[in-house]
């Protein structure tokens, strides 16, 4: 079983307008809703459409956190989280007919004894592996990642900020960056597949096994101790990006739990990331046979000098 740990969950707010947001003006909306969200328990919403077993675990408090709690019990989503004195954060994203806007809150204080409650709750449910993803919100650090990633017996993976990547100590089964983390972590410019593969090899050397870096449009790469392998995007409509990082994380561990080579793992996390942008907002969109979309890509594999 995969547990997740989001120690900065949020409501994530969408909220569609059909004209561009102008100074001066009240924007309308057209559309919104509202999501459980934050990067660790989207990991662990698209795995339950994907029937690999999850829970969903962090911490949260206030009447945002309790919605939060809500929403995931209404999706059958398994959830265990330290409740807090502090308010879960709200998200915003604005879609306007051609931009998209993010807006993400700091978060609440989290002290240190939430974080060894939370350790204790994870040793109960003794994870395979654990998936720490998200920001730290104020009162964690880098350490906190560490400490979570050697408290037990599990493989860990991380989705974290490049600065945090950095910052690790502990030995990491698999981190997953985006383009921009993956830059600042290596200190390298990625202008491209090839530059991505060279600073994911970098900081596999780190202390992370596996790497896999979103590259947006480009797709994604993935770098093993066996080979390393670039992924293209699939051409769908995009309705929103917001939550593709997670998808495609949860695409690559769901495939890896069944066994399947890194290339099928790498393609898969790219179909789930295809399924989960074509719906607006983090909420999980049917993944009814998202294996089968895995034909339509390409895996190509480079060797360590190309
Ligand atoms: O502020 P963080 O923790 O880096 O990111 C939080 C967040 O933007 O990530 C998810 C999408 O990946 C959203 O559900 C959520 O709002």
């Not at 959830?79 to 709200?90: H, K, M, N």
């Not at 004894?113 to 994870?127: F, G, H, K, Q, S």
């Not at 790469?221 to 917001?242: F, G, K, N, W």
Request: glycine share 10%.
């Amino acid at each position: 079983m995969i547990a997740s740990v989001t120690l900065n969950p949020a409501v994530d707010y969408t909220v569609e307008l059909s004209e561009s947001l102008a100074a001066g003006t009240v924007a309308r909306a057209t559309d919104h809703q509202y999501d459980a969200g934050g990067k660790g328990i989207n990991v662990s919403k698209y795995l339950v459409g994907l029937d690999v077993e999850t829970v969903a675990t962090g911490v949260a408090g206030g009447f945002l956190g309790q919605y939060l709690l809500e929403q995931l019990s209404a999706q059958g989503i398994a959830a265990d989280f330290v409740e807090i004195d502090g308010e879960t954060r709200l998200n915003t994203t604005v879609l306007e007919p051609t931009e998209e806007y993010k807006i993400n809150q700091n978060g609440p204080h989290v002290p240190a004894i939430a974080v060894e409650d939370l350790v204790d709750r994870l040793r109960e449910y003794d994870p395979d592996r654990v998936v720490v993803a998200g920001s730290l919100p104020p009162g964690c650090n880098p350490e906190t990642i560490d400490l979570l990633a050697e408290a037990g017996p599990w493989e860990t993976v991380v989705d974290v900020d490049g600065a945090t990547l950095s910052a690790l100590d502990a030995e990491y089964a698999l981190c997953k960056p985006n383009v921009d983390e993956l830059a600042a972590a290596t200190d390298r410019r990625i202008d491209g597949v090839e530059s991505a593969l060279e600073a994911a090899r970098e900081l596999r050397a780190d202390g992370f096994d596996s790497v896999v870096a979103s590259l947006g449009g480009e797709g994604a790469v993935m770098v093993t101790p066996e080979q390393s392998l670039h992924a293209p995007a699939r051409e769908i409509e995009v309705v929103d990006t917001v939550g593709a990082g997670d998808a495609l994380l949860a695409g690559v561990l769901a495939s890896r739990s069944h066994g399947d080579s890194d290339a099928d793992a790498l393609s898969h996390g790219i179909a789930v990331a295809s399924r989960v942008v074509s719906v607006s907002g983090t909420r999980a969109p049917s993944l009814a046979g998202v294996r089968d979309d895995r034909e339509s890509i390409a895996v190509s594999a480079y060797c360590s000098s190309h």
